[in-house]
């Protein structure tokens, strides 16, 4: 019924002597979808990308493109185009030139050339460039030639390694539209690496978050945000508040976890679905679920704290609140409600029972 | 004054005696090339262009620049192609036993010219092979490769790997790469290594001195000239040479500094 | 096939091997054979090396070339380490003017140089005019030109580039906001230098000193024209056994011994500097 994967990796693994970089990744991305590889750095998400290229070679596992095994294809010969980190592009070579470049590797007439090269720095909004010389360009600009003269070969998938990495928050921000946009219109799978969280949260269909070589979870984004599958795609998502306990009681709907400061606070079922009554947990609420007063309200769980700090940050407030066993709690506030507390209030945290994620002791559900 | 200053006030004065002394001879030379006597000491005599005249009809001298130019040239264009592409091996290709060639590309830069010229005729006399140019060139082979390796191996080394990568991205093979990417990106060291070469070349006494036949080269009509008859004609040619070599060093390096400009990879914004 | 990846480095292999290789090999064999009528016969024999070793005059002259080698590499360096740093940290706007001026005399002929030296150190030369002309003395020097003195200064005005170049580019490297850091560290000009500069560019100091004392051990042309009869090196004496004398196989003895001592150096040199790193001008 689904459309047969554009992009298979399947039990790919890379291995360099003792190390290995990438253990065993299984992935099945989508034709036309904007798909992120996320992770720290060292987590492996580059080199199966460049496998994806054809850079690095699989010490086992295969690579299909369509259907079709590409896994011992040199990267001449994959209808795969790369936008490189730092760009490469070719410092002889004109805007122009840089463009047709790949055209010209496949003898394409030159007239379809010129046209086919107009066309991608209109599309690139690089008017007029069209004869400069990279080293001429802003990072912006020379971000857009990487991409045109990667699009212009109308790969099957378009591969981007850390693209926006080197540019200012400002552009940054901007080309991440542009990228969306253009993704978009020309309808092209995107394979897009990054280290950043709020950029693939805010571009991807879909984002496979990666750890030390493996693939933690694959999911939409709000999926992988409101319900990570462990506690490193908890934490490395978005902000989050960890605090450590054991299961009191597992029954019908509810877990009931006494945290280690004392507290007893409950938790949906369906989080711990294997764990019983004794094991240790981690729990996990984000801080923007997170309510702060002076008295416990209606929602279900509750903790005591001292203020400890406020960081302002324009649109939304960062109060610190430390609890008895020391951990410090973040919470997201609105300006006004943060700047009634002073420091070293005694102060209740309040969230619902419905917003509590669990983890097992190995960081698993 | 400050130790600071101390320090910059005598470093300047070391500089620029250093630079008298390395210059000294030049000016020298090209002093009594226009001197109006035929011999070179002091007092100098009255200001004349003869011996310029004079140098541009001796056909020995003449004779000696084309051979010069011939043997230098020759050689550095064999360097050019073959260092060149050892250097490329070493960089891309990769091997056992790269730290023994290695060895041998860097050993006739550290070899003394004694050892390599009487070497080479050591062979060239047990085969019988006339000395001639050609001879000369031969022996001229090996150090201008090994030149021409290490300076287009800098080049190489210095290229931004990315950007090859880039054009296999690109659907270019492997021949298209190395000659729509890699060689214009090295051109710049690729032809200062020639140059180098060819200076070197140039300017050789001992090779050329121990496997030459009877057409010399210019440092071996200088020499010859040294020991038997001074004549401020040799002076007149070594300011023309010194004119020469200077006007080359001043296009090779402009050349290299606007080429240098686009080797650098692009510069984040 | 796997072999035609080698095909780039053929050319310069086949140079290497038949035009320097071989005939050093070659040579290695004369040293071992026996002269008979002006030709190399295969009598095996240690005679070379033995006369070599025990000619008090060849082993002079071969202590003087060593020696006369190591002041000119001393003087070099002292000359060329300010030189050098007065290009990189001194005089930063004119640094690649300097560098120009410092390096052509390099690229020009340096038999033309030696030359020059011969007329500014002879009888009627420069140095002995001006001595003269201001009444210092009154006949003039012969000592200064063909003694190992002149040698020296010819030497110098040779290799004097190439070493300042050698120790710019180790500057070069050299990070000034280390230095600045020094500074700020209450480090005067002096202790700076000792205990910063100094460590930080003695991997291109060590490479200059091997680029400027091996050469010099071969140096043939230099000595021979200044050096006269009590300055002429090791090299000299081989270059005359080749020559009238046709005594190949003393020659080659005395040329492998030398290289034997090169090789000693540049083993010996091994913990100072790192050779990978020679791959950069």
């Known amino acids: ?365 | 004054m400050s130790n600071r200053r101390i320090s910059r006030l005598a470093l300047t004065v070391l500089a620029v005696c250093a630079m008298i002394f390395i210059y000294m001879p030049i000016a020298m030379l090209v002093l009594f090339s226009f001197n109006d006597s035929p011999f070179v000491a002091f007092p100098m005599s009255g200001f004349t262009t003869r011996w310029y005249t004079d140098l541009f009809a001796d056909r020995r001298i003449i004779g000696s620049v084309w051979n010069s130019l011939f043997v230098g040239g020759v050689s550095t264009a064999i360097a050019t192609v073959a260092g060149t592409c050892a250097a490329f091996a070493m960089a891309r290709v990769s091997f056992r036993g790269k730290t023994l060639v290695r060895i041998i590309i860097i050993l006739p830069l550290m070899i003394p010219s004694i050892m390599l010229g009487l070497s080479l005729l050591s062979v060239f006399v047990q085969l019988h092979i006339h000395r001639s140019l050609v001879t000369v060139i031969l022996g001229y082979c090996t150090f201008t490769t090994s030149f021409v390796t290490l300076v287009v191996g800098a080049s190489l080394h210095n290229l931004d790997p990315s950007l090859e990568e880039a054009a296999r991205d690109l659907y270019a093979r492997p021949t298209g790469v190395f000659f729509r990417v890699t060689l214009p990106l090295i051109a710049p060291g690729v032809i200062a290594g020639a140059l180098f070469a060819f200076t070197l070349a140039f300017d050789e006494y001992v090779i050329a001195f121990l496997n030459s036949g009877t057409q010399e080269t210019i440092p071996l009509v200088i020499m010859g000239m040294m020991k038997y008859g001074l004549s401020p004609k040799i002076n007149a040619l070594a300011a023309l040479i010194y004119a020469a070599s200077f006007l080359l060093a001043v296009v090779a390096s402009t050349v290299l500094l606007r080429r240098g400009r686009l080797r650098r990879p692009a510069p984040a914004a | ?281």
């Open chain 3, 1 to 281: 096939m796997r072999l035609l990846r080698f095909l780039p480095l053929a050319p310069a292999m086949g140079i290497f091997v038949c035009l320097y290789i071989a005939p050093m090999l070659l040579m290695f064999i004369y040293s071992f054979w026996t002269v008979q009528n002006f030709r190399m016969v295969p009598i095996w024999t240690l005679d070379n090396y033995i006369f070599f070793l025990t000619n008090t005059a060849y082993l002079r002259v071969f202590i003087r070339t060593v020696i006369t080698a190591a002041v000119a590499t001393g003087l070099a360096l002292l000359i060329s380490y300010p030189l050098a740093y007065y290009v990189a940290k001194i005089a930063k706007r004119a640094k690649l003017f300097l560098i120009f001026f410092i390096v052509i005399p390099f690229w020009t002929s340096f038999v033309i140089r030696a030359y020059a030296w011969a007329t500014i150190l002879g009888a009627r030369g420069l140095i002995n005019g001006l001595l003269i002309s201001t009444g210092l003395i009154d006949e003039p020097l012969q000592q200064i030109l063909y003694s190992p003195v002149s040698v020296i200064i010819g030497l110098l005005c040779i290799y004097l580039p190439f070493m300042t170049l050698t120790i710019y580019a180790s500057l070069e490297r050299l990070d000034d906001r280390l230095l600045e850091a020094a500074h700020d560290l209450y480090a005067s000009q002096f202790r700076t230098f000792w205990k910063v500069t100094l460590p930080l560019t003695m991997p291109g100091i060590v490479a200059g000193i091997i680029f400027v004392f091996i050469p010099i051990l071969g140096e043939y042309v230099v000595p021979n024209l200044l050096g006269g009869v009590s300055g002429f090196f090791i090299t000299n004496i081989v270059v005359n056994l080749f020559g009238q004398s046709g005594q190949w196989g003393q020659g080659s003895a005395i040329a492998f011994v030398m290289m034997l001592f090169i090789v000693a150096t540049l083993v010996a040199c091994r913990r100072f500097i790192n050779y990978d790193e020679i791959f950069s001008r």
């Open chain 1, 1 to 365: 019924m689904a459309p047969s994967p554009d992009v298979e990796l399947i039990s790919v693994v890379k291995r360099y002597g003792e190390a290995i970089a990438v253990r065993s990744v299984d992935l099945a991305i989508n034709a036309g979808e904007f798909f992120s590889m996320l992770g720290p750095s060292g987590c492996g998400k580059t080199t199966t990308l460049r496998m994806i290229a054809g850079f690095v070679t699989p010490s086992s596992g295969k690579i299909l493109l369509k259907g079709a095994d590409i896994s011992r294809h040199p990267p001449e010969k994959r209808p795969v185009n790369m936008v490189f980190q730092n760009y490469a592009l070719f410092p002889h070579m004109t805007v122009s030139d840089n463009i047709a470049f790949g055209l010209r590797s496949m003898r394409v007439s030159s007239s379809e050339v010129r046209s086919r090269v107009e066309e991608a720095i209109r599309t690139a909004k690089l008017d007029g460039l069209g004869r400069r010389r990279p080293h001429e360009l802003s990072g912006g600009q020379q971000q857009r030639v990487a991409l045109a003269r990667a699009l212009v070969n109308r790969p099957a998938v378009l591969l981007l390694d850390e693209p926006l990495g080197a540019l200012d928050l400002r552009i940054r921000r901007h080309m991440q539209l542009e990228l969306k946009r253009i993704q978009r219109e020309v309808g092209i799978t995107f394979v897009y690496v990054t280290h950043d969280q709020e950029e693939a949260l805010a571009l991807s269909d879909r984002i496979a978050v990666m750890n030390a070589g493996s693939i933690e979870q694959v999911g939409a984004p709000e999926e992988i945000y409101l319900r990570p599958s462990s506690i490193f795609v908890a934490r490395f998502i978005g902000e989050m508040n960890t605090l450590e306990g054991t299961i009191l009681s597992a029954t019908g709907d509810r877990v009931f976890v006494r945290l280690n400061s004392g507290e007893t606070v409950t938790a949906p079922r369906s989080q711990l679905p294997r764990r019983n009554a004794g094991d240790m947990v981690t729990l996990a609420v984000r801080p923007e679920h997170l309510s702060v007063g002076t008295d416990p309200g209606n929602l279900e769980n509750h903790l005591r704290g001292k203020v400890s700090g406020r960081a302002f940050q324009g649109v939304a407030n960062t109060l610190l609140v430390t609890e008895p066993s020391g951990v410090e709690i973040q919470i997201h506030i609105s300006g006004s409600a943060g700047a009634s507390f002073r420091m070293g209030e005694q102060v209740v945290v309040s969230w619902s029972k419905s917003h509590t994620l669990l983890f097992g002791a190995d960081g698993m559900p």
